[in-house]
């Protein structure tokens, strides 16, 4: 392009001497310059003219090859039909691409739906049509949560903490169940994928049932038979002292096939119901008290020191029977898994984000690669251990399930040797007197 500026910079001077030598020739040089000069900006603006006409009609879509001209500005014109020929083949390849991730995605049975930045609904494929009913383009621009309008759809819309999913009943089919997933991508825009697991529902819902009628059959005979063998260990002088040690074997089975039976219908139990929506106001350091001192009885030979922080203003909307349920059992673990004379701290607050309610030990702590799956059933790290301590393996499941009912989140932070503290994390509006709360900060 500089060779091409050079050389019609060298035109023109050879156009400006020559004039000027003409101009010598006929006295005028002067004249001779200036009409030059214009003849040289008329051709100029010519070219402009045909120039812009041609770029009007491609940009109103009228393919055309470029004005027919040599020199500098033929140069030009040539330019921008290379480039203009380039542009059209990257669209045509794009649109190649788009074509075929349409087509593709047609054929999937998830259903993918993308949103713009203010939840309207972009882009969908024929399944997102089957399992929610959405229509093409009627449905187009339209804000989604008109469309999905169950309320725990748009909590979990506007909440934007996508790393759990969804479930819900289909909004055409009472009898089919979505799984919702939802990506944060570009600016703030999101894309929907929503698949059918009805299947996997009803399988889920087979286990669960599975396991509460089987827990609830157990039940009965289990405490059948320890009562009669508390009964024979009372009266025990009659029997020989081989029995003595065989009959108190038994009774631990028995006690620990009860915790396990007890702990498995409240699981199924939390599994199976749903939340009562009139929740009680719940003080937290009344609570945290009743569970110290219990904790106090139960492991009164371990003589732990149990230390307690919490403000006597706080108070969460909750159930209070589960809320117990749950933090004693993390006391209990502290105290099973603490050696004695050590240190527990029950401490509740809030902090910017959150109510917390943290119970800390300086006991045996628990090795890495076992955190992720300690709220599994029956999840144990290390079966002696827990054996000993009477343990069910269900303890922590328990936690979870009842911190997800009231939309919390179990953490856990531990080091072997060290100690471990457990953290229930609850949103800030399951306090019950936020003003109070308000004034504890200030
Ligand atoms: P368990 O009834 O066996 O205590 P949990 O579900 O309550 O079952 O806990 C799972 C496992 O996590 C336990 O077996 C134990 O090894 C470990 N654990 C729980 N809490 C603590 C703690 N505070 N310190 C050390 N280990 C713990």
Redesign the pocket.
Known sequence: MLQDWRKELRRLVILMLVAAFIGVLAGQVAIAIIATLLLYLARTFYQLRRLDRWINQSEAGVSTSPPESVGFWGDIFDGIYRLQKRERQAIQRLQAILDKAQESSAALEVAIITLDNDGALDWWNDAAETLLGLKYPTDRHQAIGNLVRDPKFSDYFNNERYTDPLKLVSPVNKNIILEFQIALFGERERLIMVRDITPLHRLEQMRTDFVGNVSHELRTPITVISGYLENLLENGEDLGAKWKIPLQQMQQQARRMENIVRDLLLLSNLETTVITPQQEEVNLLSLLREISNDTGEVFQDREHELELVCDSRLTVKGVRGELYSAIS?LVF??A???PRGGLITLSAGTDTSCLFVEVS?N????EEQ?VAR?TERF????NS??TD?G???????IVKHILMRHNGQLLIR?EPGKG?R?VCRFPLNRLANQESVDELAE
Request: zero cysteines.
């Open positions: 059992n673990n502290a099973k898994y603490t030990d006991g045996i702590g628990i076992h300690l999840y144990r790290v290390d251990r827990s301590t343990g069910t393996g269900l303890g922590l499941a531990t471990s457990f």
